[in-house]
């Protein structure tokens, strides 16, 4: 089942104050999750731009953020009337490729210097920060909305779930580098790491060039996988109440629709260290902490809570952490958004 189905069956077996509003929570699900893939298309435009924009700069080929944002739109376009998800793994493979010859060279520029390890290093700058580099972490786990897409379009969906399954080796190998590349790159840049850790490299040098047009090519060719979630979400809903002969037009103009609104949304705020931050403080906190709670603590009831109830203790624990990441990273982030305009 998809997220928003299982989230519905499982409210359907819990307390009977929530079985009401199982249909609530099943659209609520698909709304949450489409407005995700649109934050994360929405960002990626960003980061592309931000990091051709500097190669461009030192290239004499001055435009302001919003120019370079334009003219992305163009090719996403094309990329996104790619109908089979079969045809984007030739692209995910490539951007696989480039994603590791990057990191490669920003490893380079992050070891060649001895790295001392300074005390005003290993202290907290701000506490009000802290929601901040929750709702960063959280984008971190983006794949939430990807992962179930894949599994329910592979030929053998049992080989992506297990202790030694696709999706646990593939999440153990993004967390590690998300992790080392937060380390080194803190240790190298200190406060003045910036929201990319490409954009900390020199503006100057052939290699550091090279790094940002590489990853920025990875993460272009990505956009079409994270836009498929929120067009194959929509149309399910409404491919069954349009009729065969309009079923094309209405396909490719939906997928064109996807490609405008993160485009729109980052020629309005083309910031992307809050962006990230507020997208995955408000999807990410419900989507993978709030929500999951919800659905476990359904799932038990009335009474296989264990000794002491102590699964419904976890999971309320779980719900509350993720209300407080929701309610405190949104704002933290709004506030910054507002104070960068």
């Given at each position: 089942?998809?997220?928003p ?20 929570f099943y ?9 995700w893939q649109?934050g994360i298309c929405?960002?990626?435009l960003?980061f592309v731009?931000e990091?051709?924009k500097?190669?461009?700069d030192?290239?004499?080929v ?9 003219f992305?739109l163009?090719?996403q ?12 793994t ?10 590791i010859i990057g ?5 380079f520029?992050m070891?060649?210097?001895d790295?001392?390890?300074e005390?005003?290093?290993?202290r907290?700058?701000?506490?009000a920060?802290?929601?901040?580099f929750i709702?960063i972490t959280?984008f971190?786990?983006e794949a ?7 599994e329910y379009?592979?030929?053998n969906p ?5 202790a030694c ?14 992790a080392?590349v ?5 240790l190298k840049?200190?406060?003045e790491?910036q929201a ?6 020199p ?6 060039q090279t790094a940002?047009?590489i990853?920025?090519?990875a993460?272009?060719l990505?956009?079409?996988l994270?836009?498929?979630v ?6 399910r ?5 349009i009729?065969?002969?309009n079923?094309c037009i209405?396909d490719y103009?939906?997928r ?5 609104i993160?485009w729109c949304?980052?020629?309005?705020m083309p910031?992307?260290g809050?962006?990230?931050a ?13 929500f999951?709670?919800i659905?476990d603590a359904?799932?038990w ?5 264990g000794?002491g109830g102590?699964k419904?203790?976890?999971d309320v ?5 993720g209300?407080?990441?929701l ?11 507002a104070?960068?305009?």
């Amino acid at each position: 089942m998809a997220y928003p189905k299982s989230m519905m069956m499982a409210v359907q077996d819990g307390p009977p104050f929530l079985r009401c509003c199982k249909s609530f929570f099943y659209y609520f699900v698909d709304i949450v999750l489409i407005i995700w893939q649109i934050g994360i298309c929405c960002i990626y435009l960003i980061f592309v731009a931000e990091n051709i924009k500097q190669v461009c700069d030192f290239n004499e080929v001055e435009y302001a953020l919003r120019i370079h944002i334009s003219f992305l739109l163009g090719p996403q376009l094309l990329l996104n009337l790619i109908k089979n998800l079969k045809l984007l793994t030739p692209l995910s493979t490539i951007s696989n490729f480039c994603m590791i010859i990057g990191l490669i060279l920003v490893f380079f520029y992050m070891i060649e210097d001895d790295i001392t390890l300074e005390n005003e290093k290993l202290r907290i700058y701000k506490w009000a920060e802290f929601p901040i580099f929750i709702g960063i972490t959280l984008f971190a786990l983006e794949a939430v909305g990807v992962v179930l897409a894949l599994e329910y379009n592979m030929e053998n969906p049992k080989h992506f779930v297990g202790a030694c399954g696709l999706f646990n080796i593939g999440m153990v190998i993004i967390m590690s580098l998300y992790a080392l590349v937060g380390v080194m790159g803190f240790l190298k840049y200190g406060r003045e790491i910036q929201a990319s850790i490409t954009l900390n490299l020199p503006q100057h040098e052939k290699k550091a060039q090279t790094a940002k047009v590489i990853i920025a090519i990875a993460v272009f060719l990505t956009f079409p996988l994270q836009n498929f979630v929120a067009y194959n979400i929509v149309w399910r809903k409404i491919s069954k109440r349009i009729a065969n002969p309009n079923l094309c037009i209405v396909d490719y103009s939906l997928r064109v629709i996807l490609v405008l609104i993160p485009w729109c949304l980052a020629m309005a705020m083309p910031r992307l260290g809050p962006f990230i931050a507020l997208f995955g403080a408000f999807c990410l906190s419900l989507l993978a902490v709030v929500f999951p709670g919800i659905m476990d603590a359904c799932l038990w009831y009335p009474d296989r809570y264990g000794v002491g109830g102590y699964k419904l203790v976890r999971d309320v624990a779980i719900i509350v952490i993720g209300t407080c990441c929701l309610v405190s990273g949104c704002y933290t982030s709004a506030v910054e958004i507002a104070e960068g305009y």
